[in-house]
T-cell receptor, first 115, second 116 residues
Framework: DSGVTQTPKHLITATGQRVTLRCSPR?????VYWYQQSLDQGLQFLIQ???????AKGNILERFSAQQFPDLHSELNLSSLELGDSALYFC??????????????FGPGTRLTVL | AQSVAQPEDQVNVAEGNPLTVKCTYS??????LFWYVQYPNRGLQFLLK??????LVKGSYGFEAEFNKSQTSFHLKKPSALVSDSALYFC??????????????FGQGTTLQVKP
């Protein structure tokens, strides 16, 4: 158990809908990262937050947004969902330090199915 | 551009034999290299990382990895494979020259199958 929690575990929804994925980092970790894992794209970095502020952006669609709250939990919002958004979404967190070689610890993921 | 390649989709090995899962990378700055393992329906578990120093890095569950700068490789190894090592393995790199951002670049993954 990495100490990173994600809810829900599974999510089934229809095209055009909006969903919110939630992540709680390990105790004391200030950085939260979101990744998408799909069969065709593999594991792709989406976005990073550090202590409430956006730090880095990857291949995140404009229909997707994220935020990190004062209690350090993070939410990933996916809107106008398309079939191709079906994937496993992982959250990871790393320690207080902002050093680039910090280990990222991953949560169990949220499996999103868009029908 | 940063990239990671895992040239083998699948590696098959008999239990008790040594195993190697290959990884090569490309970054512009100093590489920070990671190995993760993913079991079915689970998240990624951290195995080990290379930052600097000794080229042989030891990690969890008896795994180790060898950093080779001239060959830009970071192969994962284990002297004696277990059936329970069967899983999907990911190599990842972070470019030390990219500032204090957390973007990990992952390889496509290698499925390790250990047969009894």
């Amino acid at each position: 158990d990495s100490g990173v929690t994600q809810t829900p575990k599974h999510l089934i929804t229809a095209t055009g809908q909006r969903v919110t994925l939630r992540c709680s980092p390990r105790s004391g970790d200030l950085s939260v990262y979101w990744y998408q894992q799909s069969l065709d794209q593999g594991l792709q970095f989406l976005i990073q937050y550090y202590n409430g502020e956006e730090r880095a952006k990857g291949n995140i669609l404009e229909r997707f947004s994220a935020q990190q709250f004062p209690d350090l939990h993070s939410e990933l919002n996916l809107s106008s969902l398309e079939l191709g958004d079906s994937a496993l979404y992982f959250c990871a967190s790393s320690s207080r330090s902002r050093v680039a070689f910090d280990t990222q610890y991953f949560g169990p993921g949220t499996r999103l199915t868009v029908l | 551009a940063q990239s990671v390649a895992q040239p083998e989709d699948q590696v098959n090995v008999a239990e008790g034999n040594p195993l190697t899962v290959k990884c090569t990378y490309s970054v512009s700055g100093n590489p920070y290299l990671f190995w993760y393992v993913q079991y079915p329906n689970r998240g990624l578990q951290f195995l080990l990382k290379y930052i600097t120093g000794d080229n042989l890095v030891k990690g969890s569950y008896g795994f180790e990895a060898e950093f080779n700068k001239s060959q830009t490789s970071f192969h994962l190894k284990k002297p004696s494979a277990l059936v329970s090592d069967s899983a999907l393995y990911f190599c990842a790199v972070r470019d030390g020259g990219s500032g204090n951002t957390g973007k990990l670049i992952f390889g496509q993954g290698t499925t390790l199958q250990v047969k009894p």
